[in-house]
């Protein structure tokens, strides 16, 4: 990439490779850890996640540049994959019967058939970076973080990150190391190289070169009960921990949506919010309970496969659509859709955008996206990591402010009403209506 306008970068001592990033600026961010840990509640979210900010930046402060490049090499995909193990094997599931008290590698191997000098080997692992606590030789407990991993919506989340065994050779993690050489093969100008990020994608153009099919994403999850199940998972655990648009001090859904021109209660058909790619169902759950009185039907639409596997109660209604084709709700109070749009790029936003656009009725339905809006500056680094994620699965992204008004205005005609966000969302939403 370098021109010879630009000359090569200037030579630096090596030593830089072993010297702590910034010990100088340690103190101060040690007084701000303290400040912000003085009689910090698990309900302040805010704080709580400025702190963690800081510590991170502690750590970054203290470690040199080779420890950080051996972690990042050698540990954490090897992290990754050793929890998956934990999870999987069941060892996570053992450590937690009798009251969780620390139990032996050998007991551990017993019980879930395990190699025992595999398992330990996998055990040092996860108590050298303190996943699990090792109390005493080949003893170990599980911490706060691997008891949640025995949950599916954790536990769950690490499959989506490796292998299912004899499918395939990989889901998200070689695609994900596999940009890099397709962005450098690409000169670094993948559209300047005739390639269309979107067709194929970089997790299409990693299965083709395992001589797979290569499936888009949702068809390849669809085609795997046992992925399909992991990925619902993944979404319901990447929703939890933080406030929903429906919650209280988010969006107010009783002034926008219910008060003065809400469904027609002597229709029974009458549809208050559908939920198009909804998964598994799992914000209708919440939406219910936060409002179990609005009128109307609730509706959660998603692939067959999907909503097969889901089990909701109360009033939610299941329906399996494919949103690229005609949507059979009409004229409904409120069309959903949370992190839909980012798997796209434009143009199927816009076929998607279209069939919800037919079926809205104007001057009443409204249009409700949740999804993440880049600020200019200080972005978060789980929207970034995501973004570029959705580049590597589905030549997609997260979108700007810049980018929603693009698309939603300029391009789908409709109009945005609000952006609405809270301090702890990661994600806004926008409401749309159509101009009448
Ligand atoms: C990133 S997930 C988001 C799920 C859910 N809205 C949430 O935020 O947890 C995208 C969803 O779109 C669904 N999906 C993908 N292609 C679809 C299609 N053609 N029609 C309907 N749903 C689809 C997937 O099955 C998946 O549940």
């Not at 067709?199 to 797979?212: D, E, H, K, M």
């Not at 549809?271 to 219910?288: A, C, E, K, R």
């Not at 699965?393 to 980018?403: L, P, Q, V």
Request: some cysteine; proline content about 6%; hydrophobic content about 40%.
């Amino acid at each position: 990439m370098s021109t010879p306008a630009q000359g090569e970068p200037p030579a630096l001592d090596v030593s830089l490779a072993s010297t702590p990033c910034d010990l100088d600026g340690v103190p101060v961010i040690l007084s701000r850890i303290t400040a912000l840990s003085q009689g910090l509640q698990s309900s302040d979210h805010e704080r709580r996640l400025q702190l963690l900010g800081e510590a991170r930046a502690l750590v970054q402060a203290i470690e040199t540049p080779r420890d950080r490049m051996i972690m990042d090499m050698w540990a954490r995909v090897m992290t990754i994959g050793t929890l998956r193990i934990g999870y999987e094997s069941g060892v996570f599931g053992e450590m937690l019967k009798d009251g969780g008290r620390p139990k032996t590698v050998s007991e551990l191997a017993e019980a879930t058939g395990f190699d025992p000098v595999m398992l330990s080997r996998v055990m040092r692992h996860l108590a050298a970076t303190r996943h699990i606590t090792e109390t005493g030789p080949q003893e170990f407990a599980l911490t706060s973080f691997t008891r949640a991993m025995t949950l599916p919506i954790i536990g769950e989340s690490y499959i989506t990150a490796s292998v299912i065994p004899g499918t395939t050779p990989t889901y998200t993690l070689a695609p994900q190391s596999m940009l890099p050489i397709y962005l450098k093969e690409a000169n670094y100008n993948p559209a300047a190289a005739g390639w269309d990020p979107a067709n194929p994608t970089t997790f299409q153009r990693v299965a083709a070169t395992n001589g797979q099919e290569p499936l888009n994403l949702f068809d390849y999850i669809a085609a795997r009960p046992g992925m399909a199940r992991a990925f619902s998972n993944h979404m319901a655990g990447s929703a939890q921990g933080t406030t929903r648009w429906m919650e209280a001090g988010f969006y107010p859904v009783r002034e926008r949506l219910v008060d003065g021109g809400c469904v027609d209660d002597d229709d029974p058909e009458a549809v208050f919010l559908v939920d198009i790619g909804g998964s598994t169902g799992h914000d209708m759950v919440v939406f219910q309970s936060v409002y179990p009185d609005v009128p109307g039907r609730l509706v959660v639409q998603d692939l067959p496969d999907v909503v097969a596997g889901a089990k909701v109660d109360g009033r939610i209604e299941l329906m399996a659509h494919d949103f690229f084709q005609a949507q059979p709700v009409r004229g409904a109070r409120a069309y959903y859709m949370h992190r839909v749009l980012h798997d796209w790029p434009d143009d199927k936003c816009l076929l998607i955008l279209g069939e919800i656009k037919k079926a809205m009725r104007p001057g009443y339905s409204r249009l409700l996206i949740n999804e993440n809006v880049i600020p200019t500056t200080g972005a978060r680094w789980e929207v970034t990591a995501l973004d570029l994620g959705l580049f590597v699965f589905m030549g997609a992204k997260e979108r700007t402010e810049g980018d929603w008004y693009e698309i939603l205005e300029k391009k789908m005609g409709f109009k945005i009403c609000g952006i609405w966000s809270a301090a702890n969302a990661v994600e806004s939403l926008i409401e749309c209506e159509l101009v009448v």
